[in-house]
Every structure is written in structure tokens, then in C-alpha cells.
């Protein structure tokens, strides 16, 4: 495919923006894939429960595959309620008698061992991410796996601070933890989950989630190697069953989920009536506003990072786009030519920009929104790139415009890498379009001018807003939602306070 978009656009300015860009034309990259050469995934995992890898009670096991190629990766074991209870027991007693009675900077250093540990095999951490759940090599080398150890690194550090975090209270820990954890960032949620509550002196039983189990066990490997008393972090693999086997035990003092709002109502009304604490991080439909004033070449980086690279799967992507009406044919022209140069192919290839979608049940959810937008009048537009021949879950960036408030694709969280633009006159109009929705978790924001960016902060109802960026992430930041994307917070200080009585 030859493409090339040479065009003169007026700005609302006047200015004459010369867009000559000349994507695709003739030329492709070589392919770049990661070796595989220094990792190893076993054909079967166990479950990690008390410091040693045992043997599921009913000894079931169930596939994890590559969502690029459909091949089998290894059998992991299917944890059932005898598996759950053993996992929790042994919570119980390494919290009863050994974690939350170490000294706090005791157990600092061995959360800082497992930064440093997961540091070390970050390039094996990165290819099995990108195997087993099929987001890109760049992602998962560049976001998850550093800011999984700079979660660890940032816990570890306050240990034994915590009565300065809080000054004049006596914070303590909860107990057990029991942490459940989506497929869209495993090992990242991982440490988001494991890090603070073991800075707080709390042990842990955590699931994966069933599609991508493999870096949570690699994770448990290096729990292992770095010598963490056995039983303070326990962790098992299957799917929903399993997960609610978490969440009705009754010696679990909390439960901190991430995934969707269906499921965390179920776990809501679960605890409701129990001293159980909750944290439940949940579904998004963010919106990412640019305003006329915006520097708009970064404006469409900005929604081609919310959206596109991550393949659509993060709870905060930037799936509603909304672009002031004087520029929204310069931006949406922008946003066209740079769709039309993304490479959607092999994840472990350094130049994908979209790698495989995460299964074919996720592959259908998001054709399934493809199929009711394009029922609803919005207008339909897909970059023409090529998609791999033969196996493997994919899907094209795709665009949906001329999008109105009451369309499913601009109500419904779709997880996949489809957006849905529409346009405002003023920046009342658009607070209100962007406030209207269920969810509440993040957007953003694009214009030159500060005070601008803080009228808009103030009053758009969501946990996270970027200015002038997407989707940056820091371990002292704290992320979590409005409304039906759920409650409490991850990161920073705010992080810690989910896992303590202050
Ligand atoms: P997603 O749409 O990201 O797959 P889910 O909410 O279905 O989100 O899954 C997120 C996590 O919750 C996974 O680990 C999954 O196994 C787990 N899960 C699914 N159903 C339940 C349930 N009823 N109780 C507890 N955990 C569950």
C-alpha cells in the first residue's frame, strides 16, 4: 500500500499547517522480532502456595496460549475452593507469625530484592508478557515490566515509613489480601497489588487471570528466589470460579479487583454485610478532549498512544475522542495519515505498533462493537494496513465519526482499538458530554493554555486526567475511578491507606 497525504489545512488560526507526509510509500521495516532464546516456559505450571509449586487439589489444568498464533504456551492449574483455602491458611499463619511481625524495614529489603530480581530478568519478563497476552514487545518491555519494578522499588521504600505517611495515627495492616487481577497488564497489576499490601505488613493470595497466567508464575519464581517466608505471598491460576473462591473465603480481610464493572458489582454485593475492605478498579470510556488551542501533531500522538498501542486494552484508553469543531477536519486528516502508518502484525517484532488482541472471545467482544456502530449511522473508517495471514487475533485501528451521545461505542467500554470521535463548540459542552457516561476513570486534556487545562480538571469526573499526555503512569501517582469505574486507589500514598487501618 502506497499512501501519500500531501495537503495544505488551514488552521483556525489562519496558519496554513503543511501535512506532507509520506507514510508507507514503497518501503517497509525489516522485521525486528525479540529472540526467545533466553527464556523458559515450562509445559506445566503449579500452583504457588506456602513458598513451594504443589499440585492442584483436583489436579485440572487448562491451556495458556499465544493469542498471535493460537499455539499452546503451557497448562497451568486450575486452583479450586480445597486450593483457595489452603492458599488463605497459609496467608493466615505466615501473617500470624512471621510478615506482620518482622520489622518493617525487614521486610523493605525483601521487597526491594524482587525489584531488583524482576530488574534483573526484565528482558524474560518482557517476551513472556508479550507471548502469552499479545500486546507488543516495545509495550511490554518499555511500560509494564520497568514500572512493575518501580512499583516494587517505590513499596519498598515506605515499609518502615508509614507512621510518617500518616502522621499522628498508628496505621496497621489488614491481614490477607486476596488480589484478582485482569489480563491487559499481568504482571503490572501484579506488582501494583503485591507491593503496597506487603509494605504494609499484609500477606497475599492473588489470581491471574486465566488468558495470561505465565509472568504472574515467573513472578512467584523470583518470590521464591528472593527468599520471602513462606506462605506471605501465595499465588494461583484459573478463571472466575476460582476468583470467587477468593472472594467469599471468609478469612479474607481484603479484596482489591481489577477488571470489569460486571464482575466487580458481583464481588460488591459479595462483601456487602462483611468487614471485608475492598478496592475495586474498573471499567473506563475516557474521553480525550482537544481543544482548538492544542498542539495538535502531539494531540494525535497523544490519542494514537490512548488508544492504539495498547490495542484498546486499558481500562483508561482514550476510546471517546472529542475535538473542537474548528479543528476537528485538521485533526481527524492528522489522525487518518499517522492510522495509516501503524504497523499491526507480530507483537515480539520491535516495529509493531498493535499487536495481537487478547483472545477470540475479545476479538469477538470488539467486533461485536464494530457491527453495532456501524448499525448506528456513525461513519466507519479503518486504516488499510495488512493483518497477518492465518492464526492469531486481530483486529485493524479503526475509527468511528460523526458519533452522537447516545451510541453504544460512545457509552459502552469496548476494550479494543476503536474510537469514537465527536465534536464540541465550547468547553461547557464538552465537560458535560465527557461527564455523561457511567464511567468514571480517566481523560484528557489538549490546549496551550493552563488555565484552560485547570477549569477542565476541575470539573471533569474522572480519577486520572493527563494534560497535553496519555496514559503516563508513575508509582506515586495514584490511579482509580469515579462512579462505575470503582473505588479506592492504587499508587502513591493513596495506595497504601487500601492496605492499612489508619
Ligand atoms: P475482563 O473483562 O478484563 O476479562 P473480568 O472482570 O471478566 O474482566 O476478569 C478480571 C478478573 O476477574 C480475572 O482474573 C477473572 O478470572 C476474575 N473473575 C471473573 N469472574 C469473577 C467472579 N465472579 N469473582 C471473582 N473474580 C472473577
Known amino acids: 500500500m502506497a499512501t501519500t497525504a500531501k495537503q495544505k489545512i488551514k488552521a483556525s488560526n489562519g496558519n496554513s499547517i503543511d501535512s506532507s507526509l509520506d507514510f508507507n510509500s514503497g518501503w517497509s521495516y525489516s522485521p525486528a522480532p525479540e529472540s526467545t532464546d533466553h527464556i523458559e516456559i515450562k509445559d506445566q505450571y503449579e500452583l ?52 506482620s511481625k518482622m520489622p518493617a524495614r525487614e521486610r523493605g529489603k525483601y521487597i526491594y530484592r524482587i525489584a531488583r530480581i524482576m530488574q534483573e530478568r526484565a528482558r524474560e519478563f518482557a517476551v513472556i508478557e508479550t507471548l502469552d497476552g499479545g500486546k507488543t514487545i516495545r509495550e511490554a518491555r518499555d511500560v509494564d515490566v520497568p514500572l512493575a519494578a518501580a512499583h516494587f522499588f517505590y513499596y519498598a521504600g515506605w515499609a518502615d515509613k508509614l507512621e510518617y505517611a500518616f502522621p499522628g495515627k498508628s496505621p496497621h495492616p489488614l491481614g490477607v489480601a486476596g488480589q484478582i487481577i485482569p489480563w491487559n497488564f499481568p504482571l503490572l497489576m501484579a506488582a501494583w497489588k503485591i507491593a503496597p499490601a506487603l509494605a504494609c505488613g499484609n500477606t497475599v493470595v492473588l489470581k491471574s487471570a486465566e488468558t495470561t497466567p505465565l509472568t504472574s508464575l515467573k513472578l512467584a519464581e523470583v518470590i521464591q528466589e528472593a527468599g520471602l517466608p513462606d506462605g506471605v505471598v501465595n499465588i494461583i491460576t484459573g478463571a472466575g470460579a476460582t476468583g470467587a473462591e477468593i472472594v467469599n473465603h471468609p478469612d479474607i480481610n481484603k479484596v482489591a479487583f481489577t477488571g470489569s464493572t460486571a464482575v466487580g458489582k458481583i464481588i460488591q454485593n459479595a462483601i456487602a454485610g462483611t468487614d471485608k475492605k475492598a478496592t475495586l478498579e474498573l471499567g473506563g470510556k475516557a474521553a480525550n478532549i482537544v481543544l482548538d488551542d492544542a498542539p495538535l501533531d502531539q494531540a494525535v500522538e497523544g490519542i494514537i498512544n490512548g488508544i492504539y498501542f495498547n490495542q484498546g486494552h486499558v481500562c483508561c484508553a482514550g476510546s471517546r475522542l472529542f475535538i473542537q469543531e474548528d479543528v476537528a477536519d485538521i485533526v481527524v486528516r492528522k489522525l487518518k495519515d499517522r492510522m495509516e502508518s501503524l504497523i499491526v502484525g507480530d507483537p515480539m517484532d520491535k516495529n509493531t505498533d498493535i499487536g495481537a488482541i487478547n483472545s477470540k472471545e475479545q476479538l469477538g467482544v470488539i467486533n461485536k462493537y464494530i457491527k453495532i456502530g456501524k448499525g448506528e449511522g456513525a461513519e466507519f473508517y479503518q486504516s488499510s494496513c495488512s493483518l497477518p495471514n492465518g492464526k492469531g487475533f486481530w483486529c485493524k485501528p479503526t475509527l468511528f465519526l460523526n458519533v452522537s451521545q447516545s451510541h453504544r461505542i460512545a457509552q459502552e467500554e469496548i476494550f479494543g482499538p476503536v474510537l469514537a470521535v465527536q465534536t464540541f463548540r465550547t468547553v461547557e459542552e464538552v465537560i458535560e458530554k465527557a461527564n455523561n457516561t457511567p464511567y468514571g476513570l480517566s481523560a484528557g486534556v489538549w490546549t496551550d493554555k493552563g488555565a484552560k487545562i485547570f477549569n477542565m480538571t476541575n470539573k471533569l469526573r474522572a480519577g486520572v486526567i493527563w494534560a497535553n499526555t496519555y496514559n503516563k503512569f508513575d508509582p506515586a501517582s495514584p490511579f482509580g475511578g469515579y462512579k462505575e469505574s470503582g473505588f479506592g486507589r492504587e499508587g502513591g500514598l493513596h495506595g497504601l491507606a487500601a492496605y492499612l487501618h489508619v
Request: charged share 30%; hydrophobic share 40%.
Open 48 to 99: 504457588f502456595i506456602n513458598g513451594k509449586f504443589v499440585k492442584p487439589a483436583k489436579g485440572k489444568y487448562f491451556p495458556t496460549i499465544n493469542p498471535a498464533n493460537e499455539k499452546r504456551l503451557s497448562m497451568v492449574a486450575e486452583a479450586t475452593k480445597e486450593d483457595v483455602d489452603k492458599a488463605v491458611k497459609a496467608a493466615r499463619n505466615a501473617y500470624n507469625n512471621v510478615w
